[in-house]
């Protein structure tokens, strides 16, 4: 029998009433069997209308993988769109972090800054205050941290090998953010202005798709979990 640690997150986590759980399961149970095994004791999960991605040890894999004694189990819904990460050791891969501090801005352009780049491009997402016609009163962000940081590293150094840039830095705020506030920002660096651009838009877009941060948007009246903008998990290759 293999001892499994599984996590469950934002929706997952409120439906099944716990973040964490430890269960055996036969050598050789992949982790599509395991979902469904999940489905069966706790019947709300079945009410995620979207697709529910999985991760191993902090790495999406697919459903047929097979776990092993020991592994950590995650069931990571939809995404939405003070912990720091060593900076890497390619050249344009700046400091990554996620934190409950408010995000400053300044500091990621400090960190990009080169003589060599003639371009500073910066993407601040901050909180609005509607949204489908709903008065948002705040956000709260949750995410899933050693795997959000692996995964904001590989879009980073990911930016890096698409475009001709100097620097990337990002920074996600997770917590209660409030209206006007920044929730996540990304400053790049290029020798030129459309790289700087184009490095940044498809960084904060790649971000949105396999980052696992969830963010739960409170509104007069109520409060609703938000999906990604795709609503699907990411297409894993082989």
Aim: charged share 25%; hydrophobic share 40%; aromatic share 8%.
């Amino acid at each position: 029998m293999n001892r499994l640690t599984i996590k469950l997150f934002a929706t997952l986590r409120e439906r099944a009433r716990a973040a964490e759980l430890n269960r055996e399961f036969p050598e050789g149970t992949t982790v599509g069997e395991i979902w469904s095994r999940l489905l069966s004791e706790f019947p709300a999960l079945g009410g995620h209308h979207d697709g529910v991605a999985f991760a191993v040890n902090q790495e999406y894999v697919k459903e047929d993988f097979r776990p092993r004694n020991e592994d950590e189990v995650a069931f990571i819904p939809p995404v939405s769109g003070g912990v720091g990460v060593p900076e890497s050791n390619l050249r344009w891969v700046g400091p990554i972090s996620i934190g409950h501090e408010p995000v400053d801005i300044e500091a990621l352009e400090r960190a990009v800054a080169d003589p060599s780049a003639g371009a500073t491009v910066t993407f601040a997402g901050t909180t609005r205050n509607g949204n489908a016609g709903r008065q948002v009163l705040r956000l709260e962000y949750e995410a899933y941290e050693p795997m959000a940081l692996n995964e904001m590293r590989k879009l980073a150094r990911e930016a890096g090998e698409r475009f001709k840039i100097v620097r990337i830095a990002i920074r996600h705020r997770i917590g209660f953010v409030d209206i006007g506030e920044t929730s996540v920002a990304i400053a790049v660096s290029a020798a030129h202005r459309a790289e700087a651009f184009d490095a940044c838009r498809f960084a904060i877009d790649r971000l949105k798709e396999i980052v696992p941060v969830w963010k739960k948007e409170y509104f007069e009246g109520g409060e609703v979990w938000i999906g990604c903008q795709t609503s699907h998990p990411p297409e894993l290759h082989s």
